[in-house]
């Protein structure tokens, strides 16, 4: 946990760019943008223009070097306008990290300057049709020929597919090791066999393509080895979620606001029974705990991008309990924000039924609700060995009565 959380001038310049954007293009266009299923390019070159997409990439490389914690702020405010697009913003960053965490050098000059500027957009592309939660169990190969990998399989739920220009692949490059099993290869936009196929009818976030993301024979040359030596895969793609998970937290604490400002204006303007809503108490008491776990779900973002920020020990563990509990969070608080709204919130005319959604995914991708509790809980038996100092305060099984006296 860090000792104290610094918000940067930068940091809050760039989320205010941030708000502004969201208020004026961003929110304007999200029905538009989730009836259609389309892309938000104007959102997206305005964010650009800003210079929102330098925010996570260090200064050497065309970036702010804000870090996380001023990742996580830019995020909040454009999904609290649209949690789409709060992810199509936050997948650029998830798609850079394996190059960031595990690039060359001559990697990162070559990458990372061009999605600072906005010039390209990336994308993750891990999960396969019978490999999601179990990353690990992936079958999707890049086999060496010469100079080259060739990618052979197909990935599924690739976000930004096919609006994106350079995709971080996860492959079997040696299917005998267990633990360097996997790499991770960059596949550039236009590489003769690879092709976006399938494009996903979602239920939420339908202003970011998800799509099924097709491999055959793809020729990639060496050096698009994320890395100086393949097997590093699946290490890198750890890495990359513990960087990128206080990202979805915070797209869900964007989410959760917003459905409650929402929420907060209607129960004042509807009126029953001659009052508006919110001077009933069954309602104000929806409100308030509306508010309360927004607000706990946001500063365990914060603290848990602080905490990536400052590369503590917890980094894996805060970003796990943040992603898992500020997006139970939004699941809650959008799913009373309908209720607020009543019969009017069940209809797609009214804003909330996005935001409900929406906030469904939040949940599941970027490692499910279950798989963050695994990562906590295995956190936790590992820390039980730094509390042995209260091991004499628990009696042995074989002690008669904990009264009688413990023994260390
Ligand atoms: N950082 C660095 N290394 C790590 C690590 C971390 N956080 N976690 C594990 N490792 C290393 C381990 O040390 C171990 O290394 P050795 O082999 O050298 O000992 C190795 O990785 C294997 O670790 P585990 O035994 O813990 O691996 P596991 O098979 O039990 O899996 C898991 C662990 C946490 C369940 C992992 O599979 C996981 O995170 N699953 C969820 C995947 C996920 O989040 N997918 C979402 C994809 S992104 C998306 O949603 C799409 C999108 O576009 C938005």
């Known amino acids: 946990m860090p000792q104290n959380i610094v918000f940067t001038p930068l940091g809050e310049e760039l989320a205010a760019k941030a708000r502004h954007i969201a208020d004026t293009i961003v929110r304007p266009g999200a029905a538009k943008h989730d009836k259609a299923q389309e892309y938000n390019f104007e959102a997206a070159r305005a964010v650009a223009e800003a210079g929102l997409f330098k925010t996570f990439i260090p200064k050497e490389y065309g970036g702010h070097g804000a870090g996380i914690l001023a990742l996580a702020r830019v995020t909040e405010e454009l999904a609290k ?22 690039g060359t050098e001559a990697q990162k000059q070559r990458w990372l300057p061009q999605i600072a500027r906005g010039e390209k957009f990336v ?23 010469g100079d080259h990998y060739v990618i052979c399989g ?27 099993r996997i ?3 960059v596949v550039e936009k236009g590489t003769p066999g690879f092709t976006v ?20 024979h793809v020729r990639v040359p060496k050096s698009n080895l994320i ?32 459905a409650l400002d929402l929420a907060n204006v209607y129960a004042n303007r509807r009126q029953q029974f001659g009052v508006p809503i919110s001077n009933h108490q069954m309602v104000q008491k929806m409100l308030a705990d509306m508010a309360m776990k927004t607000e706990a779900a946001r500063w365990l973002v914060y603290a848990s991008a602080a905490t990536s920020d400052a590369a503590g020990p917890d980094v894996g563990k805060m970003a796990a309990m943040a992603k898992c509990f500020a997006t139970d969070v939004a699941m809650d608080v959008a799913t009373d924000a309908v209720q607020v709204f009543g019969g009017y919130g069940f209809m797609e005319d009214y804003p909330i039924a996005k935001y409900f959604r929406d906030a469904k995914i939040l949940q ?25 100092h209260l091991q004499p305060f628990i009696p042995r099984e074989t002690q008669k009565n904990y009264r009688e006296g413990v023994t260390a």
């Open 197 to 216: 196929k399938k494009v996903e009818d979602k239920m939420g976030i339908r202003t970011v393509p998800v799509v099924e993301t097709h491999f055959d």
């Open 364 to 388: 599941i991708y970027e490692g499910t609700n279950q798989i963050q509790r695994i990562v906590i809980a295995r956190s936790l038996v590992r820390d039980a060995a730094g509390l042995d």
């Open 154 to 180: 197909e990935k599924k739920w690739t976000t930004n597919g096919g609006v994106a220009d350079i995709y971080s692949v996860f492959c079997v490059t040696d299917p005998t090791s267990k633990s360097r």
């Open 81 to 102: 306008a649209d949690s789409g697009f709060g992810v199509a913003f936050a997948v650029n960053a998830l798609g850079s990290f394996p190059i960031l965490v595990g």
């Open 183 to 185: 790499s991770a290869l």
């Open 123 to 145: 994308a993750f592309c891990l999960s396969e049709k019978f490999a999601g939660s179990d990353a690990g169990g992936l079958s999707v190969t890049a086999v060496e020929d």
């Open 227 to 258: 890395g100086e030596r393949a097997g590093m895969g699946f290490k890198h793609a750890m890495m990359t979620l513990d960087l990128a998970r206080p990202g979805v937290a915070a797209q869900a604490v964007g989410a959760a606001q917003g």
